[in-house]
């Protein structure tokens, strides 16, 4: 079956612009969540959506950021007013349930350059 | 913050060597992960040892876990060319039902 995808793959934009990254999780999986990889990093937590109820937007790093899931599906992570510190590779992965004893499945992400 | 703690921080071996990499942290948790990052794909997981379980085994893979010292260990025995990649922890429970917490990872390099 088909694993998460996110797009683009690659995103170059110019300082300032908003950009916008979706990410399509597993079919029937409720759980999504949104990190952020800085080269050689671990992985930052962003924010996590579990079926319809309130997103945890806790590891959000600033109201530039802010993401969205329609009908419990697809997600679009949107940075507004991008900066250069916002360069990294943004991964979202998917899990059955919102469990932590669920393996996560992650797309292969967006890598994000800002110049 | 960072739980998951990884050492060493990068590792060569050949070909055929086992490769070991440790992983510690710092509070209670209820699930200790170990994930694989090939160069510019995504995470896979390869593992999940439950805070009751000591060892477990998956082919090649060894984890152990011990909670009294906040560590776990996992051991690719036999290793390949195609084991080259990143390897993360990731730790759940610790006041969170739902979040795992990764790890800077070891970055494993094995030499044909």
């Known amino acids: 079956g088909a694993g998460v995808s996110q797009s683009p793959s690659n995103k170059v934009t110019e300082k300032g612009k908003d950009v916008e990254l979706r990410c399509d999780p597993i079919s029937g999986h409720t759980a999504l969540y949104w990190y952020r990889q800085s080269l050689g990093q671990g992985l930052e937590f962003l924010i996590y959506f579990q079926g319809n109820s309130a997103p945890d937007k806790s590891g959000l790093p600033s109201d530039r950021f802010s993401a969205e899931r329609t009908g419990g599906s697809v997600s679009t992570l949107t940075i507004q007013r991008t900066q250069q510190e916002d360069s990294a590779v943004y991964l979202c992965?998917?899990?059955?349930?919102?469990?932590?004893?669920?393996?996560?499945?992650f797309g292969d992400g967006t890598r994000l350059s800002i110049l | 913050s960072q739980q998951g703690e990884e050492d060493p921080q990068a590792l060569s071996i050949q070909e055929g060597e086992n490769a070991t990499m440790n992983c510690s942290y710092k509070t209670s948790i209820n699930n200790l992960q170990w994930y694989r990052q090939n160069s510019g794909r995504g995470l896979v997981h390869l593992i999940l040892?439950?805070?009751?379980?000591r060892e477990k085994h998956s082919g090649r893979l060894r984890v152990t876990l011990d909670t009294s010292k906040k560590s776990s260990s996992l051991l690719i025995t036999a290793s390949r060319a195609a084991d080259t990649a990143s390897y993360f922890c990731?730790?759940?429970?610790?006041?969170?039902?739902?979040?795992?917490?990764f790890g800077k990872g070891t970055l494993l390099t094995v030499n044909p």
């Open positions: 992965a998917s899990s059955f349930k919102g469990d932590s004893n669920q393996p996560q499945h």
């Open positions: 040892i439950r805070s009751n379980e």
């Open positions: 990731a730790t759940g429970g610790g006041g969170s039902n739902y979040k795992l917490t």
